[in-house]
């Protein structure tokens, strides 16, 4: 149970919307560090746009690489964002309060920024729009254009799952966040900020039927967004699992398996997050340790979860005695890179972390848990690595291009442009729109009481 | 049609529910007057009038209309352009399901932000009689909106209810 400390109304406005009004000295610099990592990165694509897609290592037999593996991991970061602000609050989970619109905030980015791994990765960008079943007639000057797409490929799946899993995330995430424009539009005194959210507020004034309105859709559209979330990552494993070609990846457990795995590098974003912005903005009157160990004890469940998803994909693969899957098993473990790598996967992403979790000082303390995350997402992305990349270069019979893969320059520097555009975004959003709601907080605050049973004092909140 | 519009404002949630209960008791009719807050109360907290939504009605709408969609797109463009690719059907259910079943939640979740939009009169372009502080401040807001001849006595029974100040404005 959450440890009580009553705040007033305009002591949560002051603290909550302080990040809104103010610069911090640390924020230009931040911005302006990862500013500079992702115009380095976009200097790569623009060298990659024009020299063609020969600048990167992608090249027979292994023609995907680090944009795929990225993409990947992005999905699954934005997986667990809305998963963990949609259920809490189907359950009405009094602890979701100061994490939701985070949570929901880092599925935004993600998903963007798992997106632009597919423009890096296409050889002609520009014609991406025919992914979409636009007619000719609107489009005259495109006379190579004669057909539609392909509603039989998983590469037509995935735009329209992805797509509306993030047109989805944006009216859900502005749907919540209306009543908190409202409050900086009255914050704000004067100029072109008060306009802008004056118009993005869309009028709000907090009447019952509006407060009304605020409490059943956030609930409504999370049983929406839900289905939708468990649908694009399946989408995205049926990307490998259809393809009969390559045996790594054709195992039907590969949708919950990627689901799964989604939960957890995506929670464990969240807490790397929340640790963030913890330090940052001294949230520590929101954040708390209950908020860490809450989560932590969900991570080890997920990860357990993860990890029997892991062992089943394997005993799957090996079980029919198949000579080409035992062969790409057999690389896998024996052969370097990839045993190394493996290693280290196994290590971070689930032997590390889940052994740290099981200590109730290391699932309080907001250090830990940051460094623990962290380690669980350099083991995620290494999981998707070592999917895509030896499934590819196996040695298969009959097969006369040989060949392994590592990551060139250009695909280092666009790799690193999604991780500064991910927390550039979140930084610069924080600094646009109050990251804990401030309405939300101030709801859960009045429903908090102070039970007294004998000589101890027990927190304790009351549902209406 | 333009009415004229009183504004109180209340630091107690009694006195504000007082307020309702003098207005109502003048002959204030429930839809002249609203109460506006910076953060959710318990329904009944001012004994304002319980506001009805509908709002589970709309993912229903926006689904028929995203499975239609969906339906015209898979099987208009297939069939405009019938090529067989891997000796599979022109019209092959499978793969179809997978864009029925994205398109049927995505129109869902496009008709049911409209209508929270509807259900939540917004967007309201003039915001008539308002005051920042109860947004930032916490203060309770009363409003009152009735024909010009209507408003002093509203204004008055708002100051003897213990309103801390009044404000006047206009709505349609």
């Known amino acids: ?464 | 049609m333009a009415n004229n519009s009183v504004l109180g404002l209340f630091i107690d949630e009694n006195d504000a529910g007082d307020a309702l209960s003098a207005l109502r008791k003048a002959k204030y009719q429930d839809n002249e007057f609203e109460i506006m807050t910076g953060s959710p109360y318990p329904h009944g907290t001012f004994g304002e009038a319980h506001p009805k939504i509908k709002l589970h009605r709309f993912p229903i709408f926006g689904a028929v209309i995203g499975f239609t969609v969906a339906l015209i797109i898979t099987v208009g463009t297939q069939l405009a352009y019938p090529l067989v690719t891997g000796g599979k059907p022109i019209l092959s259910i499978p793969p179809m399901l997978v864009i029925f079943y994205e398109m049927t939640l995505l129109f869902a979740v496009i008709v049911t932000i409209l209508g929270a939009l509807f259900e939540s009169r917004l967007p309201k372009i003039f915001m008539g009689a308002y005051d920042e502080r109860i947004m930032t401040e916490g203060y309770i807001g009363v409003v009152v909106t009735v024909p010009k001849d209507r408003i002093s006595k509203a204004e008055d029974i708002l100051k003897k209810s213990g309103a801390e100040s009044t404000k006047r404005g206009w709505e349609e």
Not at chain 1, 1 to 11: A, C, N, R, T, V
Not at chain 1, 27 to 35: A, H, P, T
Not at chain 1, 67 to 75: L, Q
């Open chain 1, 1 to 464: 149970m959450q440890e009580h400390q009553h705040l007033s109304d305009k002591e949560i406005t002051d603290d909550l919307v302080a990040p809104v009004m103010r610069s911090d000295r640390w924020f230009w610099s931040v911005v302006g560090f990862l500013g500079f990592l992702m115009i380095v990165g976009l200097s790569g694509y623009v060298y990659e746009l024009y020299s063609g897609l020969g600048v990167t290592n992608v090249s027979r037999p292994v023609y995907w690489g680090a944009y795929i593996t990225n993409f990947v991991f992005w999905i699954g970061i934005s997986h667990a964002g809305i998963m963990v602000s949609a259920i809490l609050r189907l359950t009405q989970a009094e602890w979701r309060r100061p994490i939701t619109r985070a949570a929901e905030v880092l599925t935004l980015f993600s998903l963007i920024a798992a997106l632009s791994n597919i423009l890096f990765h296409v050889g002609r960008p520009w014609r991406i729009y025919w992914i979409t079943p636009l007619p000719p007639v609107f489009i005259g000057f495109d006379f190579a254009r004669g057909i539609w797409p392909n509603v039989r490929s998983p590469f037509v799946w995935d735009p329209v799952a992805v797509g509306t899993y993030l047109l989805s995330t944006i009216l859900f995430i502005y749907t919540c966040l209306i009543p908190d424009i409202a409050l900086v539009r009255d914050k704000v005194k004067s100029g072109p900020a008060k306009i802008i959210y004056s118009v993005l507020a869309l009028g709000f004034r907090g009447t019952p039927r509006q407060w009304k309105v605020q409490a059943v859709a956030p609930i409504l559209l999370s049983s929406l967004v839900l289905p939708i979330f468990v649908s694009v990552h399946s989408i995205v494993s049926w990307d490998f699992a259809v393809s009969i070609a390559v045996e790594g990846w054709h195992s039907t457990i590969f949708a919950p398996y990627f689901i799964i795995g989604a939960i957890h590098s995506g929670v464990s974003g969240v807490v790397t997050l929340m640790a963030g912005l913890l330090w940052l903005y001294k949230l520590d009157k929101y954040i708390k340790p209950d908020h860490f160990d809450a989560v932590g004890r969900l991570l080890v469940i997920v990860a357990t979860i993860w990890f029997l998803a892991l062992f089943l994909e394997w005993v799957y693969a090996l079980y029919p005695l198949e000579d080409p899957e035992i062969a790409l098993r057999n690389m896998q473990v024996f052969q370097t890179p990839w045993s190394y790598l493996g290693l280290i996967f196994l290590l971070t992403g689930f032997i590390i972390p889940v052994g740290a979790w099981c200590f109730k000082s290391v699932r309080r303390s907001p250090m830990w848990m940051f460094f623990t995350t962290i380690l669980v997402n350099i083991g995620m992305w290494l999981e998707r690595f070592l999917i895509i990349v030896p499934g590819l270069s196996r040695r298969t019979e009959l097969s006369f291009n040989w060949g392994s893969y590592s990551p060139s320059l250009v695909e280092m520097g666009l790799v690193t442009f999604t991780f500064a555009f991910v927390i550039c975004g979140v930084i610069v959003f924080a600094r646009i729109f109050p990251l804990i709601p401030p309405f939300d907080l101030k709801e859960g605050m009045r429903f908090r009481h102070v039970i007294k049973v004998g000589k101890k004092n027990i927190s304790a909140v009351v549902r209406e």
